[in-house]
């Protein structure tokens, strides 16, 4: 087990993406926020709060699930369903930012684009995740990352949150041998 | 979880997780999305061997609002009226590739027989099999319930309910006595004795023959249809007579808690067993139980097809 993101590496990382995304849009004004639930709705809600100390003003913030449009549904057990909640502004014409914990297959950013599309256009989609560790299945990029992670596929990337698993830590660690 | 025969299958994670899926449902229902991609290619079959409107209406709606392929099939108009059998009913709907049947059946246990023998390999859900149980309807009771009065539980401990009637006839009793025990409720059944079922004792569940006295300390009354087509005997002398001992009307209302619902999983009998001005009022839950009704489907086929049918596994 290897601790490659610490508490205060996780917390400089979302500061410095809240800033990019900022810059990215030209301020706050038509930018909304979707976490995807469980660890990136709790990232999402970081980052609208350290969006908002620094504009001054509230940011839309809210969660897309994707476990219904999953392209994995068949293959495993069924899923719990989590929360959407789309904020009271909507993401009609705005400059949508997702926010996940790992970003690795692409397939969940896919599943994500697809529940989007459910909802409303959006003007544009942006990307935004803790880590990327690779190994994408799909022609799918993240436009802010807080840490690249080259990774090994026998490798497993476990993001903790203070909100769920009572403290921050990214860590690296060979699965466990079936 | 590969079948829905019984809520007496149920434990309390299970149902527990239909209801929370439900609820995520519902959300989704009351915004603009009205249609989700995930059974898509799956094909659901409803098999109505006995008349319905709500409960087939809802599940077909359900299915199409998952996008599931929906083939209605209803004793009328169907080879069943020629005198055609479950088991080749059956298995011309495996022939078919049926994912799923949903069965209403006036025999007791032709749910159980779908899914134990062979016939078909799909997932089967009891819609209603005669006098025995009503599963889907007692979790969108549950359901409705819990939305009201759970402040925010997930199961409905320190409630009580009462369900009063024709407690003989219905299948919905059965399958709301086990649900609303295993979700930590009280129930209390108000019937005259005629019309409750031999071996009632057993049930988890209290019995009172005096309608008033159970009112005024109840969180919802749960009124039940007086089924005039499967009764044979005479069970009471006339229906002013039940109406007046066991009818929810007006003056009846007036002594419950002023948060209570009143609850009726329809058909309506108004003027029998609820009262016309009861039955619109603004405490009745009657219409959103329906509506509520399509949610919970939603999630019972979501449990039951999304995931892989070889590793059926649960919350």
Redesign the interface.
Known sequence: MNVVLSAEDISRALTRISHEILERNHGSTNVAILGIPTRGAHLALRVAEIMAKIEGTNIPCGTLDITLHRDDLRLRPPRAIMPTLIPQSGIEGRDVVLIDDVLFSGRTIRSALDALGEVGRPKTVQLAVLVDRGHRELPIKADFVGKNLPSSLDQSVRVSLTEIDGRDEVVIESRKQP | MKHLLSIADLNLQEAI?IL??AT??S??ND???K????LRGRTVVNLFAEDSTRTRISFEAAAKR?SADVINFSAKGSSISKGESLKDTAMTLQAMGADAVVIRHSASGAAQRLADNQWMSGAVINAGDGTHEHPSQALLDAFTIRKHLGKGSSDLQGLHVAIVGDILHSRVARSNVLLLALLGAKVTLVAPPTLLPIGIKKWPCAVSYDFDSVLPYVDAVMMLRVQQERMTELFFPNAREYSRYYGLNAERMRTLKPAALIMHPGPMNRGLEISAEVADSARSVITEQVSNGVSVRMAIL??LL????L?????
């Open positions: 997780g929370d899926t995520e449902l959300r989704i915004g603009q999305i249609k989700l991609p995930t998952l979501y449990v999304a995931g892989s049918s590793d059926v596994g649960s919350f």
